[in-house]
């Protein structure tokens, strides 16, 4: 399954933006999702996951401002972004995820990211 983020734009501070993740080549219905973000040169960070069943998690420097969703009819998750930040600028990626020991663990290949600027 290839998943492909899309979304992405340029956002002033305080606005909201949606992003999604699409499956192509199969399905991910069963299977958890994860988004991810990351900057040049810095490493890529753990944003939101949502299981199989639709329980979801967030990093704490999003709670409250990201929802993470998804729609398995249409093969599609998404990641509602309100009261955007500077600090959230990244490229946002999306990989399916699996919960076991305590912690998110991903698999498969990443996909094409989508660039989020947020200006101030």
């Known amino acids: 399954v290839q998943l492909q983020a899309s979304g992405g734009g340029l956002v002033q501070a305080g606005g909201p933006l949606r992003l999604s993740c699409a499956a192509s080549?199969?399905?991910?219905?069963?299977?958890?999702i994860g988004w991810y973000r990351q900057n040049p040169g810095g490493p890529r960070d753990q944003v939101a996951h949502?299981?199989?069943?639709?329980?979801?998690d967030y990093a704490d420097s999003v709670k409250g401002r990201f929802t993470i969703s998804r729609d398995d009819a249409k093969n599609t998750v998404f990641l509602q972004m309100n009261s955007l930040k500077p600090e959230d600028t990244a490229v946002y990626y999306c990989?399916?995820?699996?919960?076991?020991?305590?912690?998110?663990?991903?698999?498969?290949?990443w996909g094409q990211g989508t660039q989020l600027t947020v200006s101030s």
């Open positions: 990989k399916t995820v699996y919960f076991e020991g305590g912690h998110w663990l991903d698999f498969g290949s």
């Open positions: 080549g199969g399905t991910f219905s069963g299977v958890g």
């Open positions: 949502i299981s199989a069943g639709g329980s979801t």
